[in-house]
């Protein structure tokens, strides 16, 4: 059901009709004529909300502003696609990526396990990843210095001298020279 409403003035100019309208969910707004004659205006602003909704819910990882620790996984494993290559099966979009890498995975069984990847010179695919129950870090470490004439990780040679990790980095970080920074 519907009935005129009060005008609306247009930059002082002229009136537009504008009508009250009762929407099929029970709420009601207030339409100006020409929407209503275009069909641009068809909810209260129901079917909006509706449409919203659905596409923050497509998927089911990432709800209410938190994201499932797969969907996480899934995220990043996409956002390193330089490094390695990923399927075209998990990059669909419109959630259906999202639903794949879970339907081929699986649910990470708890917080200890990780994805790896069985062979490093392969993409992540379904053949190549699994949930691994804390395997040790593959790849070099990304910073070496050389402690006694051989070339070391950070990590290595702060537990070679003794020094915290922590602070060896913070002295190699304001410019002091290996050798210095490796003094305790």
């Known amino acids: 059901m519907s009935h005129e409403d009060t005008p609306y003035f247009w930059r002082g100019r002229f009136a537009r009709r504008r009508w009250s309208c009762d929407c099929d969910c029970g709420g009601s707004a207030t339409v100006r004529e020409d929407r209503l004659k275009a069909e641009t205006t068809l909810s209260c602003g129901c079917l909006r909300d509706d449409a919203s909704r659905e596409r923050q819910y497509r998927h089911g990882g990432k709800s209410g502003g938190r994201a499932t620790p797969e969907y996480q996984v899934w995220q990043s494993l996409l956002h390193r ?41 392969r993409a992540y695919s379904p053949g190549n990843c699994a949930w691994e129950h804390a395997p040790p870090r593959r790849g070099t470490p990304r910073h070496f210095v050389e402690y006694r004439g051989r070339m070391m990780s950070l990590g290595d040679a702060a537990a070679a001298t003794g020094i915290d990790y922590r602070r060896l980095c913070k002295r190699l970080e304001r410019g002091w020279p290996a050798a210095e920074a490796l003094r305790p």
Do not use: I, K, S, T
């Open 81 to 121: 696609q330089q490094e390695a290559p990923v399927c075209r099966r998990w990059q669909a979009a419109n959630g259906r990526g999202y639903a794949a890498f879970l339907a081929d995975v699986g649910p990470r069984p708890d917080a200890d396990h990780r994805l790896v990847r069985r062979n490093a010179a």
